[in-house]
C-alpha cells in the first residue's frame, strides 16, 4: 500500500523539525566543548610564560654564580 502523499509530506516535516533540534542541541554541546577548550588553551599560554620567565630567573642565577 502506498502511503498517502500528505502523510508523506507530514512525516518529511516530523523528521525534518528532529534532525533541526538534534543538530542545534548537538551544536550547542560543540560550541560549549571549544568555550572550555579555549579557556585551557588560555591557562596553557599563561603557564608557559610563567615558565620562560622561570627559566630565565635561572639561567641568569648561573650566569651570576658561574662567569
Known amino acids: 500500500a502506498v502511503a498517502p502523499l500528505g502523510q508523506v509530506s507530514e512525516l518529511a516535516e516530523q523528521l525534518e523539525e528532529r534532525l533541526f533540534h538534534r ?3 548537538h551544536n550547542g554541546l560543540i560550541q560549549e566543548r571549544l568555550q ?3 579557556e585551557v588553551l588560555e591557562r596553557v599560554e599563561g ?3 610563567e615558565l620562560r620567565r ?3 630567573a635561572v ?3 648561573y650566569q651570576d654564580l658561574c662567569p
Open 47 to 49: 603557564v608557559q610564560a
Open 36 to 38: 572550555a577548550l579555549g
Open 59 to 61: 639561567e641568569a642565577a
Open 23 to 25: 543538530y542545534g542541541f
Open 54 to 56: 622561570i627559566c630565565c
